[in-house]
């Protein structure tokens, strides 16, 4: 089994800021989301564990997974979508004609200006070389794995593995601390 979540609350989630892959770490909201989802699913069996190396998603696997016997490694495929200048910018939705905002809005035309980011080729390039190095072989060995990430990476596996088209990126909703079942 394939399993996907993203990390627990961030100061900078609660002000509406774009993170990216600014290493902005868990806020207690998040650490007693993480406690409560691994509570929730303290039956649920994972073999191993893959997230970001950004610490709200490395905390949030540990945090998770606490008292268990589950391997987690890092790996920096499954770092966060670069936003390149807009990290950190608040509220972007409030901005009238924000170039960042085409990513929400128009994710199948978004690409990014200079010093913007990433572009959705990259970032599923990068995530479809783990997918296809990592992921699959696991599952043919029979392993039940855990990825703990963010919201564009998390979207980028989620679309690779269930065939969503690009304009619908944003459709599966990767929530703070929500458990995804993929395969």
């Known amino acids: 089994m394939l399993y996907i979540m993203r990390h627990g609350k961030t100061d900078w989630n609660a002000l509406h800021k774009m993170q990216g892959r600014t290493d902005i770490p868990l806020n207690e909201e998040g650490r007693e989301m993480a406690a409560a989802t691994g509570e929730k699913y303290r039956d649920l069996h994972f073999d191993v564990c893959y997230c970001s190396p950004l610490s709200r998603a490395r905390e949030t696997a540990e945090i998770f997974l606490r008292g268990r016997e589950v391997p987690i490694h890092a790996d920096e495929r499954l770092v966060e979508m670069s936003f390149g200048t807009y990290e950190g910018l608040a509220n972007s939705f409030q901005i009238p004609d924000c170039p960042i ?45 855990l990825i703990v990430g963010h919201g564009a990476m998390n979207g980028s596996i989620i679309c690779q593995i269930k065939n969503i088209p690009l304009e619908h990126f944003w459709d599966a909703g990767c929530e703070n601390c929500k458990l995804i079942k993929l395969v």
């Open 101 to 145: 905002n085409k990513l929400f809005f128009d994710p199948a035309h978004y690409e990014p200006e200079p010093d913007a980011g990433e572009s959705f080729e990259e970032l599923f390039a990068r995530t479809g070389d783990f997918i296809k190095q990592v992921v699959e072989p696991g599952l043919a060995e029979g392993k039940d794995i």
